[in-house]
Every structure is written in C-alpha cells, then in structure tokens.
C-alpha cells in the first residue's frame, strides 16, 4: 500500500468494538506508527475535505452541509440500496482514501507502520499488501456488550452491524497474528507487547535485507 514498500508494515483489523482502536494505541505507545484510514476517509469528506468538490459536482450541493461536510445521513439514505450510487461515491472516495493513505505513510515515523484497516477482509484490497495482518478478536457477545456500553445502542442495533461485518471466521482466515482481547484491558497489554517485540525483530530483518 505504500511506495516504501519494503518497510515492514502491519494491516490491523478486527470487528467493531473488538479492541482495534485500544491495542493499536498501545502498539504506537511502544513506538509503531499509525495510518488510520478510517480517520483518513473521515477527512475526505469533513470540511474542506478533498473529496468534497467531486461529491458536489456528481450528486449535487444538497449533498453538502452548511459547514461545508458531506451530508452523512443524506448521503447513506441515498446509496442505501442504489448500487450506481454508491458506486459513483466509491468512485470518488477510493483512490483519495489510497493515495492520502499512502502519504501518511511516508510521513510517519516509527519502528514499523500499522494500517489500521477496520473493514481489511471486506475490501479485499489489503491482503497481500502488508508485512502481515494482525486481527484483534474476541467473543461475539463481548462485542455486544462492548458496542452497547460504548455507542449506547440496543443489541439488534449492534448484532445488524456485526451481520453486516465479514465473519470472525473469515477475519481469522486471513490473520497471521491474533490478539485476544476477551479479558481485561491488563491482560491486553502483556499480549501486545510480546507482539511488538517479535514485530520489531521483523522490521530489523526486514530493513537489513533492503
Ligand atoms: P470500532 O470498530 O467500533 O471503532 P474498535 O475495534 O476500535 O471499535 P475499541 O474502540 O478499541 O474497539 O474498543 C471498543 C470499546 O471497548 C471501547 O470503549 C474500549 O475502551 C473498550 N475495550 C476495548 N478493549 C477492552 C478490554 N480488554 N477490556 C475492557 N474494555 C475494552
């Protein structure tokens, strides 16, 4: 995913609620840097963001909000169910969300880059493009519970977005490396960082074979 490519990178992913966002901090505490693309395609369509203009021009201004972001709500009732649509917005949003992806990369510093890719096994553009893929799992129903503490959401609410999720399966599937995160934020943390030491091992290797 990035021109440097030979640096060792990591594409992290994991259901909603599994712990993505907590054990990928760690892992930048201990000095990996972070390419978060949820944040960066969250941008894109923010104030001022660059793929305002192209929203604009293909679905109209009505799809903009006063503070200049695309209309979220109006956006998703629109492409909910209409495949050209939301055809059309992956066509704008796509290749703004690769090519900023890669920028941050080349900006950021740290040991090893980490993608952190919520929606890694659905967009099938990830695997094979990282170092390795590390899925941060856990119980289905401590996602739940997780989800409806956090977002404050009722259980068919949280069970539909996880229906709409590729399957913990299918995540395993393609994982080299698996955190549990069932437990206690503490008992995450020794997890992770026996992680980050065979990853930095990796990425000396990695960098000594350049
Ligand atoms: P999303 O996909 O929804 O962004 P995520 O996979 O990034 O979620 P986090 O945001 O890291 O997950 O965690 C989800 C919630 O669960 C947060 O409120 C977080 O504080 C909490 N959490 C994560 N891991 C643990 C844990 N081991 N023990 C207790 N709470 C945890």
């Known amino acids: 995913m990035t021109s440097k490519a030979q640096r060792f990178s990591v594409g992290l992913t994991g259901g909603i609620g599994s712990g993505k966002t ?33 929203i604009a021009a293909q679905f109209g201004a009505e799809f903009i909000d006063a503070q200049g972001a695309m ?15 939301r055809h059309q917005l992956e066509a704008i949003l796509h290749p703004l969300i690769r090519s900023e992806t890669i920028n941050a990369a080349e900006r950021a510093d740290g040991d090893y880059l980490i993608f952190v890719v919520p929606l890694l096994v659905e ?13 941060v799992d856990c119980d289905e129903e401590v996602q739940v519970a997780r989800v409806m503490a956090r977002n404050g959401l009722q259980r068919h609410e949280v069970e539909a977005i996880m229906a709409a999720q590729a399957s913990r399966a299918a995540r395993l599937a393609v994982a080299d490396d698996v955190i549990e995160n069932n437990a206690s934020a503490a008992e995450l943390r020794p997890q992770v960082q026996a992680l980050h030491a065979t990853y930095l091992a990796l990425a000396r290797q990695a960098a000594i074979q350049l």
């Open 22 to 54: 907590t054990v990928a901090n760690l892992l930048g505490e201990l000095g990996a840097a972070l390419v978060d693309t949820d944040a960066i395609a969250h941008l894109l369509t923010a104030p001022g963001g660059l793929a305002i203009p192209d």
């Open 71 to 85: 209309d979220r709500v109006r956006m998703r009732s629109h492409v909910f169910g209409n495949h050209l649509a």
């Open 123 to 135: 967009s099938g553009n990830w695997v094979g493009r990282t170092s390795r893929i590390l899925v």
